[in-house]
Nanobody, 125 residues
Framework: QVQLVASGGGLVQPGDSLRLSCVASGRTFVGYAKAWFRQGPGNEREFVAAIDWSDSTYYADSVKGRFTISRDKSKNTVYLQMNDLKPGDTAVFYC???????????????????WGQGTQVTVSS
């Protein structure tokens, strides 16, 4: 089974920055992290950002211009650089992936095979 391990969350003030990391690993199969979702208090899980194998990127309107998703293929790691954080960004952030290198990422959470455990991001003054 493939595991995704997310890290990098924390408590910050509005306007601060954080960088989240997601590492994919597997004993028998290789997995590929492709997207970030988040779930705030009392809300449904929502799409944040995604990246494909050609390094094309996709973002939710609410984070465009502030968040940047990237990938280090040699480390099998996907990052989410978050700048100018706002209180509305407070949520548990989850990374998502599957076992197909060239399959395009989607904005639908139910179409992913693997999920990280989640990392808490809290933005408060």
């Amino acid at each position: 089974q493939v595991q995704l391990v997310a890290s990098g969350g924390g408590l910050v003030q509005p306007g601060d920055s954080l960088r989240l990391s997601c590492v994919a690993s597997g004993r028998t199969f290789v997995g590929y992290a492709k997207a970030w979702f988040r779930q705030g208090p009392g809300n449904e899980r929502e799409f944040v950002a995604a990246i494909d194998w050609s390094d094309s990127t996709y973002y939710a309107d609410s984070v465009k211009g502030r968040f940047t998703i990237s990938r280090d293929k040699s480390k099998n790691t996907v990052y989410l650089q978050m700048n100018d954080l706002k209180p509305g960004d407070t949520a548990v952030f989850y990374c998502a992936g599957d076992r197909y290198r060239y399959r395009q990422p989607t904005r639908r959470y139910e179409e992913y095979d693997y999920w990280g455990q989640g990392t808490q991001v809290t933005v408060s003054s």
